[in-house]
């Protein structure tokens, strides 16, 4: 089946430097792919939603400026978390949708970030 | 934004027991969709059931929805220790092609 990949898997950083996540879908083009945040046993929370060829759509409450969401091509969108606090600590993962009208879901593994 | 609650928050069993994770959700849909999530990794898809549908069956899964009462169980049969995970209930905007909304989750232990 389809895979969405993610790079890195983990990252640690100091605070106040930018993160940068890769997310790929590797054997279909996706125009569409959702960024989520997750906090220990908490559940996903969609942050935005990042679309080919033009701007992201950011969730109420996210900040735009601070989670900069870049879609180059049909395969790879990026975020990058720029001057990251230890409060920004998180489970990063992304999704792709299938192609078709039930709207499931390709996950990537996720990207652990700790901000020291 | 969360779509609902799920309970029970966590559920501990036996291996070879039943378990029974339960989802409500706050608007209408197309389909609801359970995922699977391991400690620290992605998630993957087990099962979708379309509005129009009442049950709906995938190997040890059994999945209920009752557009009434808005709400959806998810049955694993005869559990074993690696369905250890947590469960998570999501829907979309009634719309192919846009995010989905999860709901808190059930953590599932399998003990042997």
């Known amino acids: 089946g389809a895979v969405v990949s993610q790079h890195p898997s983990r990252v640690i950083c100091k605070s106040g430097t930018s993160v940068k996540i890769e997310c790929r879908s590797l054997?279909?083009?996706?125009?569409?792919m959702f960024w989520y945040r997750q906090f220990p046993k908490k559940s996903l929370m969609l942050m935005a939603t990042?679309?080919?060829?033009?701007?992201?759509?950011?969730e109420q409450g996210v900040e735009k400026d601070k989670f900069l969401i870049n879609h180059a091509s049909l395969t790879l969108s990026t975020l990058t978390v720029t001057s990251a606090h230890p409060e920004d600590s998180s489970f990063y993962i992304c999704?792709?949708?299938?192609?078709?009208?039930?709207?499931?879901?390709?996950f990537g593994p996720g990207t652990r970030l700790t901000v020291l | 934004s969360q779509q609902g609650e799920e309970d029970p928050q966590a559920l501990s069993i036996q291996e070879g027991e039943n378990a029974t994770m339960n989802c409500s959700y706050k608007t209408s849909i197309n389909n609801l969709q359970w995922y699977r999530q391991n400690s620290g990794r992605g998630l993957v898809h087990l099962i979708l059931?379309?509005?129009?549908?009442r049950e709906k069956h995938s190997g040890r899964l059994r999945v209920t929805l009752d557009t009434s009462k808005k709400s959806s169980s998810l049955l694993i049969t005869a559990s074993r220790a690696a369905d250890t995970a947590s469960y998570f209930c999501a829907t979309g905007r009634n719309q192919a092609g846009t995010a989905l909304i999860f709901g808190k989750g059930t953590t599932l232990s399998v003990s042997s």
């Open positions: 999704s792709a949708p299938t192609s078709g009208p039930s709207n499931e879901q390709f």
């Open positions: 059931i379309r509005s129009n549908e």
């Open positions: 990042s679309n080919e060829g033009s701007k992201a759509t950011y």
């Open positions: 054997d279909f083009q996706a125009t569409t």
